[in-house]
């Protein structure tokens, strides 16, 4: 069996294959291996790890003792089973027939541990601060020992009939003989010794917490590690005939706390009387992230209304149990092997491993991942694994095998659960919601199954607009048939979910391997942003109203105009006029919800005319230069237009418009003229008025032909408006005449130059 065993890596993730194509393409949902099956929810079916669902083996709820949690399950002779529960420390037995009743309480609230003894009688370990019982098959019970700990965590008996008990809070093993005398076997530098079992040489083998050490201890008492685990706690040891020796090991290796799935103690006097700590099953969804079908469900804690019946009246107020709620961590099925080595053969970041027993050579676990029950099974190609069943609502706190049966004590309703070898007779499958992420159309639904004779399988689906499924979803749909495709008729939707539903002969099972499911995401209109529009004034920003076709108004988006950059001079005593106009820069930006190709459309409007005309089509940058000196002047507005038409059918594409705000093409330069000139001697006074026809002014310049050019301001102190004034004063002018030049730039970035002529004489 060693040289067949490798790493099964963590598999309750999801494979949920949908092409990334754009919306008007068909796109597929196929589910087909072991991690997308596990997904979903099983009811009545397995998942190998070959990717195959088929029928489980028959299971069914056994007894159902009315408690809150099954901690422990022993066999005995003739086919008795012993059930320990928590919070009023009951212990039940179930004879052959399987028919159950009270056997013992204890005045303790908890049964951790349970053995039974070569001559048939049950050991019955307390917590906290219990005692160990011997209680006879007739329920007769006495006192065995006081070992005077807090917990009792495990009890196990070696062939001479010595107990030996694995205690807490000071991680000793006891050993007491059979008239009841007891002491410290071994002492370990742990905090709790977790759980007990012999090897096939007699040696104890025992587990701790929060090390994660496994101990060989010989019968004279002498320990050796065996295993350290990167994990804190070691839950459970089993060997099977051949002596190979698996551990279950489990907890947070950042954070460890209370062993297992304990929490330490509940707060006091939570209700009336005695303290009853509350029980959270955490139904951790393996590896898959934030599956909202299976997010942690937990119980609430009780109110003085809500307190048990039937507390244990021998707990002293104000005291609760070792453990508060059910831990979500890490988990790992370990094999150690003779040589001392170790071969890790599960592993899963998010889901805990509590139960673990062996049926000949198959290795059987259980999980807090919604429950699961886990078969490894050797093989020549290496181990495989199978998920028998779910226990869904209720964690599997320990499993037992009795013959070719399997018994799975479970906790946060209480249940014993047997699961047989024979095949059951019907079962269902739920997949995973699945998020299209838009309204769509749904496709086909098909299947690779072999079905035998007088087996069937039969297929469903609904959908809705919520995450989950609820009363707002369509009816499960009438029963899809053929493999080969069947067309969907559940309401187009966001989400989508199918079942199959399996009938067996009682000998054989139909085998699912794969299901396909086709949709086609509706079309949605593209979004505009923004639409900036950039001349050379100062804009405010402005909304724009954005025009849909194709039936859907989508919001607006926004438009702003800014200003550019300033006219500029080059030299001294030369004056350099732009190069080129100022273009009006258009650009946007514009998405798809769709994630389709987007191509953009530009058209252009003066105020005095009524109907736009096409500037620039089948654009696919995000912005556009428009040269000024080809239009006129005036007032315009540019209308931008965005389709999909690149990624979809004509009949399906959709368009979304958006206006500008108001901007001016302006080509005129100002004009310049002098409104009074005066020479008195050597000094010289000119006053000149510029005007521009549409954009402000905004830089003037004075040259006299001598000193080159020079800034000058208005006489209001800024160059600012459509209209300025300026006066220019001259001093010490030399004898002649004089030519001084105004030169005025606007913000289109047109010059007008005006000129007066002195005479000094």
């Known amino acids: 069996m060693k040289n067949s065993r490798f790493l099964v890596a963590p598999f309750a993730a999801v494979l949920l294959v949908a092409a990334t194509l754009p919306a008007t393409q068909t796109a597929f949902w196929r589910v087909g291996t072991f991690k997308g099956f596990l997904a979903g929810t099983l009811e009545g079916v ?12 028959d299971t069914r709820a056994i007894f159902n003792p009315d408690e809150a949690v099954a901690l422990t399950v022993v066999s005995g002779a003739h086919g008795n089973l012993y059930v320990g529960t928590g919070h009023q420390g009951k212990v039940f037995k179930l004879n052959s027939q399987l028919q159950g009743k009270l056997l013992f309480q204890a005045p303790e609230p908890e049964i951790l541990a349970m053995a039974v003894a070569p001559d048939g009688d049950l050991y019955v370990g307390s917590s906290p601060e219990g005692k160990i019982y011997r209680v006879t098959p007739q329920g007769q019970s006495s006192v065995f020992y006081n070992p005077k700990v807090k917990y009792i965590w495990a009890l ?15 991680g000793e093993i006891l050993r007491v003989s059979r008239d009841g005398k007891g002491d410290v076997f071994f002492s370990s530098n742990q905090t709790h010794i977790m759980c007990l079992t012999l090897d096939k040489d007699g040696n104890l083998l025992a587990g701790s917490e929060p090390g994660g050490l496994i101990y060989r201890i010989s019968p004279q008492g002498k320990a050796f590690v065996l295993y350290q685990a990167s994990l804190p706690e070691i839950h459970s040891l089993v060997t099977d005939e051949q002596g190979h020796i698996y551990a279950a090991v489990l907890g947070n290796p950042v954070a460890p706390g209370m062993p297992g799935y304990f929490r330490g103690p509940t707060t006091p006097n939570l209700v ?20 909202p079908a299976k997010a942690p469900q937990t119980a609430p804690a009780p109110t003085r209304s809500q307190a048990p019946k039937n507390v244990n009246p021998n707990v002293s107020a104000g005291y609760g149990p070792p453990y508060q709620q059910f831990a979500q961590g890490q988990g790992a099925l370990v094999e150690i092997f003779s040589n001392y080595s170790a071969q890790t053969l599960w592993t899963s970041n998010t889901e805990s491993i509590f139960g673990l027993a062996t049926r000949g050579s198959d290795v059987l676990f259980s999980t807090d991942a919604n429950g699961h029950i886990f078969d490894l099974q050797p093989s020549t190609d290496g181990p495989r694994l199978t998920l028998l069943t779910e226990t869904r609502e209720s964690l599997p706190t320990r499993i037992l095998t009795l013959g070719s049966d399997l018994f799975v004590a479970t906790s946060n309703i209480a249940k014993l659960i047997q699961i047989g070898t024979r095949i059951g007779s019907e079962g269902t499958y739920e997949s995973p919601v699945k ?11 098909s299947w690779r199954a072999e079905v035998p004779d007088g087996c069937s399988l039969k297929f469903y689906t609904r959908s809705g607009n919520s995450k989950r499924p609820d009363n707002t979803w369509s009816d499960w749909s009438s029963p899809y048939l053929s493999p080969a495709g069947n067309p969907i008729v559940s309401t187009p939707a966001r989400y989508i979910q199918w079942k199959a539903v399996f009938q067996g002969s009682g000998e054989e099972t139909p085998q699912l391997s794969g299901v396909t499911l086709s949709y086609l995401n509706q079309n949605l209109p593209p979004e505009i942003r923004s639409l900036t529009v950039t001349d050379g004034e100062e804009k405010s920003t402005l909304a724009g109203v954005p025009i849909v076709t194709g039936g859907i108004v989508m919001p ?14 080059d030299g001294i005593g030369t004056w350099a006029a732009p190069n080129d106009k100022t273009p009006v820069l258009i ?38 230069a428009l040269q000024p000196d080809s239009l006129p002047d005036g007032q315009y507005q540019v209308r931008l237009v965005v389709s999909d038409e690149a990624s979809n059918p004509p009949a399906l ?25 005066n020479v008195e001697g050597a000094n010289a006074v000119v006053q000149f008025e510029a005007e521009s026809r549409t954009a402000p002014l905004c830089q003037a310049e004075i040259s006299t032909g001598e000193s080159g050019w020079k800034q000058i301001v208005s006489d209001d102190g800024i160059v600012d408006a459509r209209d300025e004034a300026f006066t220019v004063k001259l001093r010490n002018l030399k004898t002649g005449e004089h030519v001084i030049l105004l030169k005025v730039v606007d913000t289109a970035g047109n010059a007008g130059v005006g000129k007066a002529v002195v005479e000094v004489p």
């Open 653 to 677: 594409a959709l368009q979304t418009q958006l206006v500008s705000a108001p901007f001016w093409v302006d080509n005129t330069p100002p004009e310049v003229k002098v409104t009074r000139q």
């Open 435 to 445: 998020d299209a992420k838009f309204i769509s159309h749904w496709g086909e639904i």
């Open 46 to 57: 397995s998942v190998s790890m070959d990717g195959q669902l088929t029928l489980a083996p």
């Open 587 to 624: 650009s946007w930006q514009a998405t798809d919800p769709n994630h389709d190709q987007l191509t953009y459309s530009l058209y252009l409007k003066s105020a005095d005319e009524h109907e736009w005309h096409l500037l620039k089509d089948g654009l696919r940058e995000t912005n556009f």
């Open 272 to 291: 009336s009387g005695p303290a009853v700590a509350t029980v959270t099953v955490v139904a951790s969804a393996g590896d898959v992230g934030g599956d």
């Open 556 to 569: 607006a988006g926004s438009v702003s105009t800014p200003g550019v950059a300033s006219v500029t001079y």
């Open 156 to 170: 196990t008996f070696d062939k001479q009939g010595q107990l030996y008990v694995g205690t807490g809070d000071h």
